[in-house]
């Protein structure tokens, strides 16, 4: 019922910076969380950050202070902004819907988008 498509990934150096997007589409954005993970190759899918729609945001430790989540509800978007960019936060990036609550497990959300590969080369 969700439709999520991710894009903005890329090649960027060490210290660089991607802004990610998330256009979801199917339903409306009422009470709802989103969030991205990522999987790096030979590992499993690994939680980034999560926003709801009270704006209330959790990042994992190693976003903090480096990257930003952003939403534009008229677009039904939502952002990632990737500062500071290292090697180990290669990977592809996945966007994910959930009904009303977030969580910090893949198993809290039911919709996923196809993924955009990021790629930080040393």
């Known amino acids: 019922q969700v439709q999520l498509v991710e894009s903005g990934g890329g090649l960027v150096q060490a210290g660089g910076s991607l802004r990610l997007s998330c256009a979801a589409s199917?339903?409306?954005?009422?009470?709802?969380?989103m969030a991205w993970f990522r999987q790096a190759p030979g590992k499993g899918r690994e939680f980034v950050v999560t926003?709801?729609?009270?704006?209330?945001?959790y990042f994992s430790d190693s976003a903090k202070g480096r990257f930003t989540i952003s939403r534009d509800n008229t677009k039904n978007t939502v952002y990632l902004q990737m500062n500071s960019l290292k090697p180990e936060d290669t990977g592809v990036y996945y966007c994910?819907?959930?009904?009303?609550?977030?969580?910090?497990?893949?198993?809290?959300?039911?919709?996923w988008g196809q993924g955009t590969q990021v790629t930080v080369s040393s």
């Open positions: 926003v709801d729609w009270s704006g209330t945001t």
């Open positions: 994910a819907y959930a009904e009303i609550f977030g969580a910090t497990i893949p198993s809290g959300y039911a919709y």
């Open positions: 199917g339903r409306t954005f009422s009470t709802y969380a």
